[in-house]
């Protein structure tokens, strides 16, 4: 199985920062990679697929980038909503794996 | 719209097998690449992802979960249907169900998910 691991596990921000999430891959994965919001309650939504493209409809603040085995996900400017758990996912090979999450808290 | 939305029992007895229904509209699962996926998360934990079945009938199981589920398809009623036998408390979880494009792309549309307790 492909083991993702995100860093930060936790991250404390503030309106308007830019914040950076890291997923590590065991193993590379070319760009079969994906990020998720998900907030309290409510279905996981996705930002991010192929690494790097902007699911329609996601603010142009949310961006992706990376190949193989390192991954960021990059919030340019934290806004009020964008506080919630993100996950990164590996879509390349079977079975299919998810990252442990990364919490985002207002400061 | 597409929409997807997950039925089933709650709560479950241990032993007993859950039976999840997922029903879906604004799409087909007999267009080429799409698939439907099953997805749970515990209370407070993470995404695991447990089965997944293609458009022509290519099912996909989680290895540890492999040997307790089942994943079918019903075309004409625009639903996928998940079978977990053996339930046990651990199974506690929402249970979501999305869908998948392509074979390499990721879960785009989800369900708001069903919360399965699995209690005696």
């Known amino acids: 199985d492909i083991q993702l691991t995100q860093s930060p596990s936790f991250l404390s921000a503030s309106v308007g920062d830019r914040v950076t999430i890291t997923c590590r891959a065991s193993q590379g994965i070319s760009s079969y990679l994906a990020w998720y919001q998900q907030n309290p309650g409510k279905a996981p939504k996705l930002l991010i697929y192929?690494?790097?493209t902007l699911q329609s409809g996601v603010p142009s603040r949310f961006s992706g980038s990376g190949s193989g085995t390192e991954f960021t996900l990059t919030i340019s400017s934290l806004q009020p909503e964008d506080f919630a758990t993100y996950y990164c996912q590996q879509v390349d090979s079977y079975p299919i794996t998810f990252g442990q999450g990364t919490r985002l808290e207002i400061k | 719209q597409i929409t997807l939305r997950e039925s089933g029992p709650t709560p479950v007895k241990p032993t007993q097998t859950l039976t999840l229904t997922c029903t879906f509209s604004?799409?087909?699962?007999?267009?080429?690449?799409?698939?439907v996926g099953w997805i749970r998360q515990p209370p407070g934990k993470a995404l695991e992802w447990l089965a997944l079945?293609?458009?022509?009938?290519?099912?996909r199981y989680s290895p540890s979960l492999k040997s307790r589920l089942t994943i079918t398809k019903d075309t004409s009623k625009n639903q996928v249907v998940l079978t977990m036998t053996n339930m046990d408390p651990v199974d506690t979880a929402t249970y979501y169900c999305a869908r998948k494009l392509s074979r390499g792309g990721p879960f785009d549309i989800w369900g708001q998910g069903t919360m399965v307790t699995v209690s005696s």
């Open positions: 604004g799409f087909s699962l007999s267009t080429s690449g799409v698939g």
């Open positions: 192929a690494a790097s």
């Open positions: 079945i293609y458009w022509d009938d290519d099912q």
